[in-house]
């Protein structure tokens, strides 16, 4: 499945902020992305229509499990990367910065020889 890395960063927020506070509301995603609440709105309008979310009549957002797929892969991907970043010595605000831009552009292949070597070196 192929989707944007706009699209990616949304739902990856999703996640992260429900993980957080437990409940998602689309200024919770503004805040945390930086974006204004109308375009927000929006994307969030097209991931309904999508199916990668629902909203409640209350506003309250919730993934649906397609919208989950793709919102636990990109964040496990944040994670691993940043893990690697930090294992080799990089600071780890650094590492989590650079991660969010490689956790989109890496491949597959890359990315699980990436988790493999780390687990074989209890590094996660």
Do not use: W
């Amino acid at each position: 499945m192929i989707i944007k890395e706009s699209a990616e960063n949304y739902l990856e927020a999703i996640l992260m902020i429900k993980n957080q506070k437990g409940s998602v509301r689309s200024i919770d995603i503004a805040n945390r992305l930086g974006f204004t609440k109308p375009s927000v709105s929006v994307a969030m309008k097209g991931f309904r229509e999508d199916g990668y979310i629902k909203m409640d009549s209350d506003g309250s957002i919730t993934l649906t499990a397609k919208g989950a797929e793709i919102a636990e892969r990109i964040y496990e991907r944040h994670e691993i990367i940043a893990s690697a970043l930090i294992s080799l010595g990089v600071d780890k605000d650094t590492a989590y910065r650079d991660s969010c831009k490689i956790e989109h552009d890496i491949s597959s292949e890359s990315f699980e020889k990436i988790k493999a070597h780390l687990k074989k070196h209890n590094l996660i």
